[in-house]
């Protein structure tokens, strides 16, 4: 949703400032500043659900297991009785799926924070260390614009035109 919003927003910029004005985002896909941050507090916030879930049940039920025969002795109930739970054995597997189902989905939320701060740490520092290191070979970048120059396509006999293509928007227009 919210790549589709960019592209929307790139396309929006584009037809007011033109097609040759500067992109708003480098690659509207990536996952950089709100969008980022927004997503790991997504994640925290879906641990912490999981987490309380699992807490909940396990401290309601009194483990995750259901007895077939409780006493009860609540109202209106004159005095002890004996009080069956109905099908105990189905709840007491479904519950654990439940259960297991919300550690794996926490599990798997926590590695997905670990691995998006790590990649972002990895980019700052490849980022710190590209800015303290600058390319000191200029002789790899003249040679390569030599290249490029000796190895453009020349066509004798034609002249290429004065005036650039139009732009996509010009020509559909």
Do not use: Q
Request: with cysteine; charged share 25%.
């Amino acid at each position: 949703m919210h790549v589709a919003y960019r592209d929307d927003r790139e396309r929006k910029h584009r037809l007011k400032n033109g097609e040759n004005c500067r992109r708003l985002y480098k690659n509207t896909g990536k996952k950089r500043g709100g969008l980022w941050w927004t997503y790991v507090l997504t994640l925290v916030f879906k641990i912490a659900v999981d987490t309380t879930f699992v807490y909940l049940v396990y401290h309601i039920y009194e483990g995750y297991d259901f007895p077939s025969l409780i006493k009860c002795e609540e109202k209106p109930c004159p005095n002890k009785v004996d009080c069956f739970i109905a099908r105990p054995t189905e709840k007491r597997i479904f519950t654990i799926f439940m259960v297991v189902t919300s550690l794996a989905c926490i599990l798997l939320s926590i590695f997905e924070i670990l691995y998006l701060v790590g990649k972002r740490c990895c980019e700052c520092f490849t980022t710190l260390h590209h800015s303290r290191h600058p390319m000191t070979n200029t002789n790899t970048l003249s040679s390569a614009a030599n290249l490029m120059e000796s190895s453009t396509l020349k066509v004798t006999g034609k002249t290429s035109p004065d005036t650039p293509a139009p732009s996509y928007s010009v020509a559909i227009s």
